[in-house]
């Protein structure tokens, strides 16, 4: 049987540790290397982790020093002895059957990667209904790329570092940023890329939890910008792959969200330098008669004044809302 290493990066997660341990430990699929890394936790999740593996002697854990989910990331993947591996956040957790069916999906298409569906929100324990009847897909590494920008499910499922069963050799000279906080938006790209056959399972087997106290839920600061860099460097990437309407895609992707966040950095963080840096960014990488094609409200005219002076754009969106408050009273009446 092939030996599969699972790694749990973990700080501060002493509410929601026990049961995403308990939910690998009980996998159908034996053949575990269970990695726990914990990251410098202050709380009592170290404690309740080696409390579990004198339970399951698959456990290894790995004590460090705080450095991020990153370096967490890393340093489970440079102990991983497996000849697959998957990735489980600590607020998350699996469905029983989920490694030997994903794994069987993997050997049955000759597949280097298997992806399946998740299920997203607040419950303290999903009950998990499975249709084993449903059949599975086989897509190309474009096909899992072009996924990415479907849609926001899709976004999440094929960019997150959850729901997949890797190949081993997928992490050959991949490394997680450190000190990033949207790690997986700068690397999987370039792990989907390394795919022949991808083995997709409509089955929704991992419970990603939408916690109030998770770090996406954290008020806005400029570390969420982090992602910003990783979009504009898939533009590159995709280029160098020649695949163009990729490219294209991602182009479109970049300048909407740096728009996007020069609204968000103006009006919730009243930071000039940011506001400036974001402009900067935008009139770089700018092509004079661009218009979008995947958000067709930016036109070529709207990216241009953009360009040119961004608050010319702020006053747009204030006075079209000032006509959309009066159309919508009008309407009422």
């Known amino acids: 049987m092939d030996l599969i290493s699972i790694i749990v990066p973990i700080y501060n997660a002493e509410k929601v540790i026990k049961r995403c341990i308990e939910s690998i430990s009980r996998q159908s699929y034996e053949m575990l290397e269970i990695i726990l890394v914990d990251d410098g936790s202050t709380d009592q999740s170290l404690e309740i982790c080696e409390d579990m593996s004198e339970k399951d002697s698959r456990i ?54 298997a992806i399946c569906g998740f299920e997203r929100g607040m419950d303290e324990a999903f009950p998990f209904s499975i249709d084993l009847s449903l059949k599975s897909s086989v897509i190309d590494n474009r096909e899992a790329l072009n996924r990415i920008y479907k849609n926001d499910y899709c976004a999440l499922q094929y960019v997150a570092p959850w729901a997949k069963l890797y190949a081993r050799r997928l992490f050959d000279n991949i490394i997680y940023p450190e000190g990033k906080i949207f790690e997986d938006i700068y690397i999987t790209h370039h792990i989907l890329y390394k795919c022949g056959r991808i083995a997709v399972l409509p089955q929704r087997m991992v419970y990603y939890s939408f916690c109030d106290n998770s770090l996406m839920n954290k008020p806005f600061h400029l570390g969420k910008l982090d992602y910003l860099e990783a979009l504009e460097e898939r533009i590159y990437f995709f280029k160098d792959c ?92």
Not at 282 to 292: D, E, L, N, P, T
Request: glycine share 4%; proline share 1%.
């Open 60 to 113: 290894k854990i790995i004590h460090q020093n705080n450095g991020g989910v990153s370096r967490a990331r890393n340093t489970g993947l440079k102990k991983a002895t497996g000849q697959y591996i998957m990735m489980v956040d600590s607020d998350d957790y699996l469905y029983e059957r989920a490694v030997e069916l994903m794994l069987r999906e993997i050997k049955k298409n000759k597949a280097d990667l």
């Open 242 to 333: 020649g695949f163009d309407e990729l490219e294209d895609v991602a182009y479109d992707e970049y300048l909407h969200s740096l728009i996007w966040e020069y609204s968000r950095t103006r009006d919730i963080l009243h930071d000039k330098n940011a506001m400036n840096k974001i402009s900067d960014c935008f009139k770089k990488i700018y092509k004079v008669g661009h218009a979008s094609k995947r958000y067709p409200q930016e036109t070529v005219w709207y990216l241009k004044t953009f360009a040119i002076n961004p608050e010319i754009i702020v006053l747009y969106w204030k006075i079209n809302s000032v006509f959309e408050k009066i159309w919508r009273k009008k309407n009422e009446n």
